[in-house]
């Protein structure tokens, strides 16, 4: 299992405006994974985790396009008021990688 099939279901249960079930995803994905994937952010079609998402750490309003990768460890978060980066389709973010601010 990876973090990315917890987070496409409580994404789905937030854009129903289910209320609760979201945040406990949200919850169990920090418990099994040490990562912080919220349910509002946007991951795109074809998008995977390596190695199932571990230490991930995701701004709310950050988007990330179709197809991306996204290593261990990767911090896509905002920067004292900026906004969340924006991640376009057909990209591989390695691992360690901190990206913060609007970029």
């Known amino acids: 299992m990876n973090a990315i099939h917890i987070y ?3 994404n789905f249960l937030y854009r ?3 209320p609760l079930l979201p945040g406990l995803l949200r919850f169990l994905i920090f418990l099994l994974y040490n990562s912080v994937i919220p349910p ?3 991951i795109g079609k074809g998008s995977s985790f390596a190695h199932g998402g571990i230490g991930t750490v995701l701004h709310l309003d950050c988007r990330i396009g179709e197809r991306v990768l996204i290593g261990q460890g990767v911090t896509l978060g ?3 008021g ?3 980066p924006s991640v376009e389709s057909d990209v ?3 691992p360690g ?3 913060l601010g609007e970029i």
């Open 8 to 10: 496409r279901v409580g």
């Open 16 to 18: 129903m405006h289910v």
């Open 40 to 42: 509002q952010c946007s």
């Open 78 to 80: 905002g920067s004292f």
């Open 82 to 84: 900026s906004g969340a």
């Open 92 to 94: 591989w973010i390695g």
């Open 97 to 99: 990688v901190r990206m």
